[in-house]
């Protein structure tokens, strides 16, 4: 699954809008709850919100999809969006970041995702954080927060009474939960290619190191901002973020320094198995010329001989001698194996050669 830049034209006004190439029409789903009850409205018309702004209960509106651009005006109309907002909401990909507006948060939160293919991409999810409701906007639907809902349903936890900004922590804490399985695979992929580097080193490794390498270089970019966003939030006060509500965040934050900490030690990792891969190739290389060359050094001289015996000269030592052919594939044959044995006895070949004798123990 591939996800393109989506970013309008240069020069246009504040707030114009650059759907996504490819993205379905919003779906809009609604839960709406308190301590004592949820309601669940999962393919709502967006006409429908109208009632649910400006209630006391607290309202998630997810949006999934950003395929309808009237769709998508008409949602920030109903809660009172800045054009800059719902910029940020449809305009995908952006670095993570956080913005406060009147009245609303805007952060932008990214996730990584394998698809069916086993290619990695980091989708965008947005949340609006308002002082009763909040906002998730989504490309498609990626099933990051199907927990959380489990959650909602469920009762589990402050979640029921607790307001958005506690919400939007459980749902960036579930977002930033999937880069553990991804960096683990990551982790184990690299240290299967280690294994198999030493054992049997083979061209069919490069492209996958290569790969891996790239999965790391994007989680790298991803990942920065996105730190630095949650400590942003945690450090710096905000009407839509209660104190409470920080101090889980700063759990999240702590969670996001072990990923990006892994992450580099992945990036370290990947970096010496180029150059060992690159290594055990050069070695692979001299030991194949090292062969070549000892054959090439072993036929030299025979090759002479044989090139002496080949010209046309009429007087020539044992030309007509009738032993002469047998006894001269004979001297060549010992000058061969006296070769061999020459370069044994240097090391050259066959692990031969003087070993330094280990003194004595005590």
């Given at each position: 699954m591939?996800?393109?830049?989506?970013?309008?034209p240069?020069?246009?006004?504040?707030?114009t809008?650059?759907?996504?190439?490819?993205?379905?029409?919003?779906?809009?789903?609604?839960?709406?709850?308190?301590?004592?009850?949820?309601r669940?409205?999962?393919?709502?018309?967006?006409?429908?919100?109208?009632?649910?702004?400006?209630?006391?209960?607290?309202?998630?509106?997810?949006?999934?999809?950003?395929?309808?651009?009237?769709?998508?005006?008409?949602?920030?109309?109903?809660?009172?969006?800045?054009?800059?907002?719902?910029?940020?909401?449809?305009?995908?990909?952006?670095?993570?970041?956080?913005?406060?507006?009147?009245?609303?948060?805007?952060?932008?939160?990214?996730?990584?995702?394998?698809?069916?293919?086993?290619?990695m991409s980091?989708p965008?999810v947005?949340?609006?954080?308002?002082?009763?409701?909040?906002i998730?906007?989504?490309?498609?639907?990626?099933?990051?927060f199907d927990?959380?809902?489990?959650?909602?349903?469920?009762?589990?936890?402050?979640?029921?009474?607790?307001?958005?900004?506690?919400?939007?922590y459980?749902?960036?804490?579930?977002?930033?939960?999937?880069?553990?399985?991804?960096?683990?695979?990551?982790s184990?992929?690299?240290?299967?290619?280690?294994?198999?580097?030493?054992?049997?080193?083979?061209?069919?490794?490069?492209?996958?190191?290569?790969?891996?390498?790239?999965?790391?270089?994007?989680?790298?970019?991803?990942?920065?901002?996105q730190?630095?966003?949650?400590?942003?939030?945690?450090?710096?006060p905000?009407p839509?973020?209660?104190?409470?509500?920080r101090?889980?965040?700063?759990?999240?934050?702590?969670?996001?320094i072990?990923?990006m900490?892994?992450?580099?030690?992945?990036?370290?990792?990947?970096?010496g198995?180029?150059?060992m891969?690159?290594?055990a190739?050069?070695?692979?290389?001299?030991?194949?010329?090292?062969?070549?060359?000892?054959?090439?050094?072993?036929?030299?001289?025979l090759?002479?001989?044989?090139?002496?015996?080949?010209?046309?000269?009429?007087?020539?030592?044992?030309l007509?001698?009738?032993?002469?052919?047998?006894?001269?594939?004979?001297?060549?044959?010992?000058?061969?194996?006296?070769?061999?044995g020459y370069?044994?006895?240097?090391g050259?070949?066959?692990?031969?050669?003087?070993?330094?004798?280990k003194?004595?123990?005590?």
């Amino acid at each position: 699954m591939s996800f393109r830049d989506s970013h309008p034209p240069a020069g246009s006004r504040p707030g114009t809008l650059a759907i996504p190439e490819g993205s379905p029409r919003p779906r809009i789903g609604v839960f709406e709850y308190d301590a004592s009850e949820v309601r669940q409205v999962d393919d709502a018309d967006v006409e429908a919100l109208g009632r649910f702004a400006g209630t006391d209960a607290v309202t998630w509106i997810d949006v999934q999809g950003l395929g309808d651009e009237a769709v998508l005006r008409r949602i920030g109309e109903i809660f009172g969006l800045h054009p800059l907002a719902l910029e940020d909401a449809v305009n995908v990909p952006q670095p993570a970041k956080s913005q406060t507006y009147q009245e609303h948060d805007v952060l932008v939160i990214r996730a990584p995702l394998r698809g069916d293919d086993g290619r990695m991409s980091v989708p965008q999810v947005c949340l609006v954080v308002g002082s009763n409701f909040l906002i998730t906007f989504q490309e498609r639907y990626f099933a990051f927060f199907d927990p959380v809902r489990e959650r909602i349903r469920a009762g589990i936890g402050p979640i029921r009474t607790s307001g958005p900004d506690y919400l939007a922590y459980a749902l960036i804490d579930a977002l930033v939960d999937r880069y553990f399985p991804v960096v683990d695979g990551i982790s184990q992929a690299l240290d299967d290619l280690e294994d198999q580097l030493i054992s049997d080193p083979s061209d069919q490794m490069l492209p996958e190191l290569h790969g891996h390498r790239r999965e790391i270089a994007v989680l790298r970019r991803v990942g920065w901002p996105q730190r630095e966003m949650l400590n942003a939030l945690c450090r710096d006060p905000s009407p839509f973020l209660s104190t409470d509500v920080r101090v889980f965040l700063r759990d999240t934050y702590d969670h996001m320094i072990q990923i990006m900490g892994r992450v580099d030690f992945c990036r370290e990792v990947a970096a010496g198995l180029m150059d060992m891969y690159l290594s055990a190739m050069s070695h692979r290389t001299n030991e194949i010329m090292k062969v070549l060359t000892l054959m090439a050094s072993i036929f030299i001289p025979l090759t002479f001989v044989a090139g002496i015996y080949g010209m046309s000269f009429e007087y020539m030592p044992e030309l007509h001698s009738p032993r002469a052919y047998p006894g001269v594939l004979f001297a060549m044959a010992v000058l061969a194996v006296a070769m061999v044995g020459y370069f044994h006895r240097r090391g050259w070949i066959g692990g031969g050669g003087k070993r330094e004798r280990k003194p004595p123990e005590r």
